[in-house]
């Protein structure tokens, strides 16, 4: 029954598409027909093989065709498609219905119904919705065509392209199976994880996620940046924007403009080659080059091959033009490098302390004693201690003992001294073990067995005494005199200092080695005591040195514990600081483009900027105690940028502009023109510091010297001071030159115009008068020497001049100089050639900005996606779709692999 229904189903559906195949028939035929006459040499292509159950043929008016049902597949050029039916049309000519699914290497692709012909390895796909999967890229369209041998299929009518954070839609591409690259054609739109793109084409691969872009690309990406270009490529791994041609940024501070730019948007780095333009909007300045690179954070710039700046603020004055064979342009923040510093510092001190405690700790070990004491000193010491100890009372007893038996006397009691200098060394070598709280406590101890001893002492005295006098003194007399003496003498001896105990020691127990001769149950019992107790004290020593270790490593391990809280608490708030700036750094951008008012979050990231501080130096702890766990150097401070702003006068977001140029530095604008070897710029004091060889020009004043530093203020010159051999020479004509030089100078500016010129030390001036203000002729020549002067100037004449202290004033008249007075001083200087133009200082066009314009730019809208996701749920919902995710039958795979890949 099953296959009588895929019968009639295949009967109907082949009706329908009669039409159809007639057509193709027809284009194959002519397509045969000119493949004849040209093709005759090349070889045949393979026949389409199958595989299925049920094979019939059917018989439609005068065409004879035939349809297959049943596990059915068919092979070609290594491609595989199976369905629910097929029928042949002829050879090379299949259609193929139901669940059709067409597999070629790692592609898939789902569809309702096709059409395949074998001539040129085309398979139509057709379905509401046609899926193509390649690993874990999917697309989506409405009609697929798809080349087995290229393995290269095309669509039209809109795709979209979901490859995992990244979705492509356009409304024709190409999709190349072999390399797995997506080629997107026409109102093409990207979503990726970090960026959105509109362009006119692009090439995506799945594997490497590396997108290439072509004519009308824009990207904007998500720290608010916006790209555009005419070639370039994405590189994802390495998040770099490489643009080939016609690039252009635009950031919240600035754009730029450059023939190729990469930008590694991680770093915020751009490098830009040929034909660059940047502009700062912030500090005002334009910058030009053929190479460039630029860091955003925090925002230092270098500019080579060619480079000039123009600083621009027509609402202070004209703009001041500048080249150099080398710029660097920097931004610095005092409130970091001051944090830098004290920090360097605190390093520097604790760094000092440290090797100050480890020359103390090295001092003190060598006033200590050696550890590696040998037994012979141990020895000695013991018999010097024995030599100086007080005789016991009951001496005379234990000599009167020893000379009655005095060869059992001595044997016994050298091999009893034997064993107390072997037990003196252990005990040394036991107590530089131990800590010394442990080393205390058994020094106490030791002082209370010490006495034990003496009287253990005294008693074996007394039974010695017993045993050899037995027949001599009645026994009533021995314990009436001699043990309360040996009691006494107990208690005198426990009575003595600590430092005597030693001694004592030697003493009694030298006493008893000598006195004894054999050894009583008694006496054996005292020596099992004694044992027992010093096997005591060495347990007690391994137990405080056991209690100690396990203190310090539980102090060690609450210390790693801790810091690990600290670092993963430090890590989880700077995450979300960070998120948190990117937002703000998002809504910045927004509202700027919108033109309102972005204070807030100014000062949301001062507070930022100060809290990120604090938590990078949390680490700064004091854990040197292993038991009582970290405790902070410091007392932490509170969160308020009014007070951290009080403490230090430096605001924590604050910054300025250093500019450095090198070699070859000129400067123009309208009023002034300087050149020299090398410049320092700073907007902080707005100090211009030129090295090496300046000149200045106002007017018809050159003034040069070895140092010049030029202060301004709202963009207009203020002062300019001279040192080093400083003149200041005006051109009359080319005979005769106005001339002031001295130690030092300082000209002064009222309208970018010098007024004022004062000099000190040494000052000597050479001036020619004129007849008039109208002619240049000369009518005499003024020669002064002084130790100061001042020179007031209007409308740059010389309208006075103050000399101090009554100096003398020679004048000559033009024809009655004397030869011996030299008219030029002795470091003169005119150099008119040097004097830049314009021409000499810039020579670019000036791009005029696309800020408004790219601010204004609409973002991709997906309408595509929103399309085709409509589309999808409509058909879900009426049961005619559903995303497929099927694959090949097991019967079909071992068949495939046995067909061979060709």
């Not at 497929?884 to 046995?898: I, K």
């Amino acid at each position: 029954m099953r296959r009588l229904l895929s019968v009639i189903a295949v009967v109907t559906f082949v009706g329908l598409l009669f039409a159809q195949e007639a057509g193709h028939r027809y284009a194959a035929a002519s397509y045969a027909e000119q493949r004849d006459t040209t093709a005759k040499s090349t070889p045949q292509r393979r026949r389409v093989d199958f595989m299925a159950d049920v094979v019939k043929p059917y018989q439609m008016g005068s065409d004879s065709i035939v349809y297959f049902v049943g596990n059915f597949a068919a092979h070609h050029n290594g491609a595989v498609i199976s369905c629910d039916s097929a029928v042949r049309f002829a050879d090379t000519r299949w259609g193929f219905f139901g669940r059709v699914l067409v597999n070629q290497d790692s592609i898939y692709i789902y569809g309702d119904s096709a059409l395949y012909d074998g001539e040129g390895s085309t398979a139509e796909i057709y379905a509401p919705i046609i899926k193509v999967v390649d690993g874990d890229a999917m697309l989506y369209t409405y009609n697929f065509r798809f080349n087995t041998e290229e393995r290269i299929g095309t669509y039209t009518d809109g795709g979209v392209l979901v490859h995992d954070d990244n979705i492509i839609e356009s409304m024709r591409g190409y999709y190349n199976a072999r390399t797995h690259d997506i080629i997107c054609v026409d109102d093409v739109e990207l979503h990726g994880a970090d960026y959105d793109m509109k362009s006119d084409s692009v090439i995506y691969n799945t594997d490497s996620e590396f997108a290439r872009f072509f004519t009308s690309s824009e990207i904007w990406n998500v720290d608010g940046d916006y790209l555009s270009a005419d070639e370039g490529f994405y590189d994802k791994a390495r998040e770099l924007y490489m643009i080939t041609r016609n690039g252009y940024i635009l950031s919240a501070e600035q754009e730029m403009w450059g023939d190729t730019l990469e930008y590694y948007r991680a770093d915020e780095h751009v490098i830009a080659r040929n034909n660059i333009q940047m502009d700062d909007f912030e500090n005002k300045m334009l910058a030009f080059g053929d190479y460039a690179e630029y860091w955003s954070d925090p925002g230092n710039a270098i500019l080579t091959r060619n480079p000039s700046t123009i600083s621009y603020d027509t609402t202070q004055s004209d703009s001041v033009f500048m080249r150099a064979d080398t710029m660097h342009l920097l931004t610095i923040f005092p409130y970091e490098e001051k944090l830098a510093a004290e920090a360097a510092a605190k390093a520097a001190e604790e760094a000092k302390a440290a090797e100050e405690a480890a020359k103390k700790a090295e001092t003190e070990t060598t006033k200590i004693e050696p550890e590696n004491t040998t037994e012979a000193q141990v020895e000695a010491k013991a018999e010097q201690n024995v030599e100086q100890s007080p005789a016991p009372r009951n001496v005379a007893a234990r000599e009167l003992n020893a000379d009655e038996n005095p060869t059992a006397a001595d044997s016994t009691a050298r091999d009893r001294m034997s064993e107390l200098r072997a037990q003196a060394v252990a005990d040394k070598a036991a107590d530089e073990e131990l800590p010394k709280e442990a080393t205390k406590s058994e020094k106490a101890e030791q002082t209370v067995d010490l006495g034990q001893l003496v009287s253990q002492a005294a008693e074996e005295q007394n039974l010695r005494n017993i045993t050899t006098d037995e027949e001599q003194t009645p026994p009533q007399n021995i314990a009436q005199n001699e043990e309360p003496q040996a009691v006494q003498v107990a208690e005198n001896e426990a009575e003595q200092e600590p430092q005597n105990v030693v001694a004592q020691d030697s003493v009694a127990v030298d006493s008893l080695a000598q006195d004894s001769v054999a050894l009583t149950p008694k006496q054996l019992k005292q020596r099992e005591a004694e044992a027992a107790r010093k096997l005591k004290q060495e347990e007690k020593r391994a137990k405080a040195a056991e209690r100690k270790a396990r203190l310090d490593s539980i102090g060690q391990a609450r210390v790693a514990k801790m810091r690990e809280m600290l670092e993963k608490q430090r890590a989880k708030d700077l995450e979300r600081m960070a998120k948190d700036s990117i937002r703000r750094a998002e809504q910045r951008a927004k509202l700027i483009a919108k033109g309102k008012d972005v204070s807030y979050l100014d000062r949301e990231d001062s507070l930022a900027s100060i809290r990120s501080e604090r938590i990078r130096n949390m680490g700064s702890r004091d854990t040197t105690d292993s038991v009582s766990g970290p405790t902070y150097s410091e007392a932490p401070q509170t969160d308020s940028l009014a007070q951290e702003q009080k403490q230090d006068s430096i605001a924590p977001d604050s910054s300025y502009r250093l500019i450095k140029a090198y070699r070859n530095v000129k400067l123009f604008r309208k009023d002034a023109q300087m050149v020299c070897d090398s410049l320092t710029s700073s907007s902080q004091d707005s100090v211009v510091h030129l090295y090496i060889n300046p000149v200045l020009w106002n007017g018809a004043n050159q003034l040069s010297s070895q140092l010049m530093d030029i202060y301004s203020r709202n963009q207009q010159i203020e002062r300019a001071e001279f040192t080093g051999d400083p003149i200041t020479v005006a051109q009359i004509d080319t005979t005769y030159y106005n001339q002031v030089t001295g130690k030092k100078m300082i000209s002064f500016f009222r309208d970018n115009d010098i007024y004022r010129n004062d000099v000190d030390g040494n000052v000597q001036t050479i001036y020619f008068n004129r007849e008039d203000e109208t002619t240049t002729v000369v009518t005499e020549m003024i020669y002064l020497e002084g130790a100061s002067a001042s020179f007031y100037i209007e409308e740059r004449e010389l309208v006075g001049v103050t000399y101090r202290n009554n100096v003398p004033i020679t004048m000559y008249p033009i024809d009655q100089i004397p030869p011996d007075q030299p008219m030029r001083l002795p470091n003169f200087k005119w150099t008119p050639e040097l004097r830049p133009a314009l021409d000499d200082v810039f020579d670019r066009t000036i791009r005029p900005s696309r800020r408004e314009e790219s601010g204004l730019r609409e973002r991709p809208l997906f309408d595509i996606v929103e399309r085709m996701d409509r589309r999808k749920e409509e058909l879900m919902l009426q049961g005619v779709w559903y995303d497929r995710e099927d694959e090949l039958s097991p019967e079909v795979v071992e068949w495939r692999d046995s067909r061979g890949r060709e």
